[in-house]
Every structure is written in C-alpha cells, then in structure tokens.
C-alpha cells in the first residue's frame, strides 16, 4: 500500500466508450502525475499537477483528458480512444512538483481498448 | 529531445552473480532516482543521487553517479529471488522534471 489508490485496476472498453479513471492520494502532497506504461516503451509522462495546476502537458492527444478538483485527486477521462492506447496507466504523488522529491505510484489501471 | 537509455534491456543471472544496469542521459541531469518494479507491480522509489560522483549502498545495492552527471550505474551483489523485477533510473532535468529511462528487467534464476 503506497497511499496512493487507483481505480479501477482493469478496463476494458470500445473505441466509442466514454470512461474516466480515478487517482486518489492520502499523503498530502501537492504535485500528482499520469504516466503511461506500454510493453515497448519506458514510463511517458502524461500531464502533471502542482497545487491543483496543470503544469505539464507532454504533447497527449486530446482524446485523454485530465482534471484535478483538489490536491488529494486526479482523474484521466477518455474518450474516442484508439487500439494503441491500451496500456499501464499509472498515477504518482510527489511532496512538491519537480525532478528531486520521490514520486509513490499507484497500482495502476491496465486499460485494454477494443 | 531529452533522454534517458539504460543498458541491457534484458539480464537473465544464476543466483549468487552479480548484476548491473546502466543509465545514460544525452543531457547532463540535476539529479537521477532509481525506481524498482516487481512483475506485475508499480515502480517503488529506491534512491536519489544529487552530487556529481556520489556513490551510496543499501545492502547489496550500489548506487553511483557520474563525475559529468549524465550517467548512473546500479550494482547488484549475489543477487536473490527476491531481486527479479524491472530497474529504472529517472533523471532530473534542471530539476524541473524526471525522465525515465528505458529500464532494465532483471531474472534470477534459482
């Protein structure tokens, strides 16, 4: 257990779907991170938040969209996804924003889009 | 664009050899962390690196950092079961944000 919750933990869903995943921390930190994990390339940083503000945004088609009402949660939403899109999808909370505190990840939401 | 390779992809070791993974940036890092991932897990903070030449040990593991800070270097000693997973470094840049590397999957074989 990290203090860091994921949900749900698998997903599967059609190219037309509409779906949104969840990200939870309990350690009260204030930068939160999605990152995508797929079988042939290394951990891709997604978007990340400071203080509820998006400060990063690494070139991610607009069908993945992200929102964080508050410093304790994140949520990608997805829609219209494409086959390759399938993959790890895995949350992280660091103390603050930047390359030197620890980031604790979640579990992650392994999505399958069919 | 900014990054980070680590070398083998892949290392397959008897238990009780020793075991190293590489890390190389193409831009001089602020910092680097290494971050371990059992088989179906998520990654686990081990350690950071901040100083240019620093080395640090956690028991059989062995951490360094380059004297020109673009490289980083972890050393297993008699590997374990228990070692088996996927390693990667992660390096900061202009300690804005971590890259992660390519990582490298470690099997022991018993």
């Known amino acids: 257990e990290t203090g860091v919750t994921q949900t749900p933990r698998h997903l599967v869903m059609g190219m037309t779907n509409k779906k949104s995943l969840k990200c939870e921390q309990h350690l009260g930190h204030n930068a939160m991170y999605w990152y995508k994990q797929s079988a042939k390339k290394p951990l891709e940083l997604m978007f990340v938040y400071s203080l509820e503000e998006r400060v990063e945004n690494n070139s991610v088609p607009s069908r993945f969209s992200p929102e964080c009402p508050n410093s304790s949660h994140l949520f990608l939403h997805l829609h219209t996804l494409q086959p390759e899109d399938s993959a790890l999808y895995l949350c992280?909370?660091?103390?603050?924003?930047?390359?030197?505190?620890?980031?604790?990840f979640g579990q992650g939401t392994r999505l399958t889009v069919v | 664009g900014q990054q980070v390779m680590q070398i083998p992809q892949y290392q397959h070791v008897q238990e009780g050899e020793d075991f190293t993974t590489y890390c190389n940036s193409s831009?001089?890092?602020?910092?680097i962390q290494w971050y371990k991932q059992r088989p179906g897990g998520h990654p686990v903070f081990l350690i950071q690196?901040?100083?240019?030449?620093e080395v640090k040990k956690q028991k059989r593991l062995t951490f360094q950092f380059g004297e020109a800070k673009k490289n980083s270097s972890l050393h297993i000693t008699a590997t374990q079961t228990t070692d088996v997973g996927t390693y990667f470094c992660a390096g900061g840049h202009n300690t804005d944000k971590l890259i992660f590397g390519t990582g490298t999957r470690l099997q022991v074989f018993p």
């Open positions: 690196l901040v100083k240019s030449g």
């Open positions: 992280a909370s660091s103390q603050t924003g930047g390359s030197r505190t620890e980031a604790f």
């Open positions: 831009t001089t890092l602020s910092n």
